[in-house]
T-cell receptor, first 113, second 111 residues
Framework: DGGITQSPKYLFRKEGQNVTLSCEQN?????MYWYRQDPGQGLRLIYY???????QKGDIAEGYSVSREKKESFPLTVTSAQKNPTAFYLC????????????FGEGSRLTVL | SQQGEEDPQALSIQEGENATMNCSYK?????LQWYRQNSGRGLVHLIL?????REKHSGRLRVTLDTSKKSSSLLITASRAADTASYFC???????????FGKGTLLTVNP
């Protein structure tokens, strides 16, 4: 079945460590997104990519990095520079254009110990 | 920055009742979308309404859009316990690619 796969679902990290969250889609979508969600909060955009080998910062990009080497993959690295990384991370994709709905993965919950 | 803001933050109703959630936004849009999120899960797209549309239906969902007031409402009729979830509106702010979400309305439907 087509969809978006995020891994791992749960991740624990010690302070000072970088971690990489995986996001893979087989929907042949051009655009991919990373959002962060904190308890009781909406989604805040970290990074997005409209096309392979291109990406833009969202509203809260500091302390995060991404790459888009393949159309189907958009990994997110949470670096040690991110001050408060404990959160629920959601990856999404869409075909693009004005009318595209977002398709979300099931999320990755990162906890910094 | 939060483009859309949902109201109320939380809503508790009995099964069979209707639930209405509102969304206000700040800038011009091409379209507005509503999503649903079950606890600890990803978001699921419910409905999209374009800026030149005033009302749209999908099953038990009815969405309205008033661009002059920069607001939208989501009505769920004859609610069920399975409708318990958080509901978010998302706007594109006129951008082709960037969607901005509100903080959501937590709907609880009591059996």
């Amino acid at each position: 079945d087509g969809g978006i796969t995020q891994s791992p679902k749960y991740l624990f990290r010690k302070e000072g460590q970088n971690v990489t969250l995986s996001c893979e889609q087989n929907l042949n979508h051009d655009a991919m997104y990373w959002y962060r969600q904190d308890p009781g909060q909406g989604l805040r955009l970290i990074y997005y990519s409209q096309i392979v080998n291109d990406f833009q910062k969202g509203d809260i990009a500091e302390g995060y990095s991404v790459s888009r080497e393949k159309k189907e993959s958009f990994p997110l690295t949470v670096t040690s520079a991110q001050k408060n990384p404990t959160a629920f991370y959601l990856c999404a994709s869409r075909q693009g254009g004005l009318a595209g709905e977002l398709f979300f993965g099931e999320g990755s919950r990162l906890t910094v110990l | 920055s939060q483009q859309g803001e949902e109201d109320p933050q939380a809503l508790s109703i009995q099964e069979g009742e209707n639930a209405t959630m509102n969304c206000s936004y700040k800038t011009s849009i091409n379209n507005l979308q509503w999503y649903r999120q079950n606890s600890g899960r990803g978001l699921v797209h419910l409905i999209l309404i374009r800026s030149n549309e005033r009302e749209k239906h999908s099953g038990r969902l009815r969405v309205t859009l008033d661009t002059s007031k920069k607001s939208s409402s989501l009505l769920i009729t004859a609610s069920r316990a399975a409708d318990t979830a958080s509901y978010f509106c998302a706007t594109d702010g006129g951008s082709n690619y960037k969607l901005t979400f509100g903080k959501g309305t937590l709907l609880t439907v009591n059996p």
